[in-house]
């Protein structure tokens, strides 16, 4: 299951706005945890708050879901997902979901993404449902970690694009 770490595609409008969180946390020590019991860092949620006021970041919900999860602030990030009723909205619900351990919740979240979505094929030796089992049955396997952050880079470059 292992995967290539893809890189991050923003455009440079987002790319300077978010070169801080990149900086202070950078994409290879992010979401280190597949369950999280708490937020990283006080410091980069407050870095995550003032960066998503940006006024240019208004128009990227999506993108907003995907930073509180980089920083782990599963709270901020489901009370985005759950208000996009789209397949991306529905995949960061079951992203979060699955990082806090609700393992069947996330299926469903999964489920409403469908079943192929373009996000999928992106990502070698990803299926989204084998994740949350696998997740499920080794919280702390480190190959698991790396799709995870591939997941989320895909994602997130997904999002930026349409």
């Not at 909205?89 to 979901?97: A, K, P, R």
């Not at 069947?104 to 999964?110: G, I, K, L, Q």
């Amino acid at each position: 299951m292992m995967c290539a770490m893809q890189t991050l595609e923003l455009p440079q409008s987002l790319q300077s706005i978010l070169s801080p969180l990149f900086d202070a946390l950078p994409l290879d020590q992010a979401m280190a945890a597949l369950i999280v019991h708490q937020p990283i860092s006080q410091q980069l949620t407050q870095l995550v708050g003032k960066l998503v006021s940006d006024p240019a970041m208004r128009d990227y919900p999506k993108l907003q879901a995907a930073l509180w999860l980089y920083v782990d602030e599963l709270d901020r990030s489901h009370q985005i997902s759950q208000h996009l009723k789209d397949a991306e909205g529905s995949y960061w619900h079951g992203i979060m979901h699955r990082r806090e351990g609700d393992f069947s919740n996330s299926h469903y979240w999964f489920h409403n993404a469908g079943a192929n979505h373009r996000v999928y094929s992106q990502i070698q030796g990803y299926d989204p449902h084998q994740l949350i089992d696998d997740v499920q049955n080794n919280p702390t396997d480190p190959k698991l970690v790396e799709l995870q952050r591939s997941e989320w880079i895909a994602l997130v470059n997904h999002c930026v694009s349409i």
